[in-house]
């Protein structure tokens, strides 16, 4: 069904529609959730933090932006919250990413589970500004507007930040042993 009758029928409190729209989404939410706060359980209760509120406030979708901005908006914001009541720093863990997400142009040289460690390693050890851009552009292949949107930047802070956390992810890549320096 289309996406637009979904997000009207969501707007009527239909829940079928909702868990329909929802599970589109779900593991772009997780990821991205997974991804800020370096923890699969605190990124799987974000993943359901994030989907009761967009529940909640989808009436107030206007439909200015498309609806994937709204929801990774919603996600985001979440986590920001998140990280400000933890304001520790949260530790490393194991990482789940689906692997047809990754198009970091890295597809020939991930060939083993260690290799794919190591890289997600290495982006879990950039700051975090850099680390969400990846996320949003390289992983959810969203677009400079979208992450605009999102993010609430220029369009021009958008791609001048991916240049220097893909530079950054590269020296980190290379520290590491995964890429070459040029």
Do not use: H
Request: with cysteine; glycine share 2%.
């Amino acid at each position: 069904m289309e996406e637009r009758k979904l997000i009207e029928r969501c707007r009527k409190n239909d829940r079928d529609a909702f868990e329909t729209l929802i599970l589109s989404y779900e593991k772009k939410i997780y990821n991205l959730c997974f991804y800020m706060v370096k923890n699969k359980e605190d990124a799987f209760d974000l993943t359901q933090e994030t989907a009761i509120k967009i529940y909640k406030s989808i009436s107030k979708f206007k439909g200015d932006s498309k609806f994937s901005t709204w929801v990774y908006r919603i996600a985001y914001n979440t986590c920001l919250d998140f990280i400000k009541r933890k304001k520790d720093e949260l530790p490393y863990d194991d990482m789940i990413v689906n692997e047809n997400n990754i198009n970091y142009r890295m597809d020939n040289v991930i060939e083993s589970k260690e290799t794919k460690a190591i890289i997600k390693k290495c982006i879990m050890q950039l700051n975090s500004d850099y680390r969400t851009v990846i996320i949003l552009r390289d992983i959810s292949g969203l677009s400079y507007k979208e992450i605009s949107d999102i993010l609430q930047i220029e369009i021009g802070t958008v791609k001048s930040r991916i240049n220097r956390a893909r530079q950054a992810l590269k020296n980190e890549l290379i520290k590491n042993g995964i890429a070459r320096g040029c």
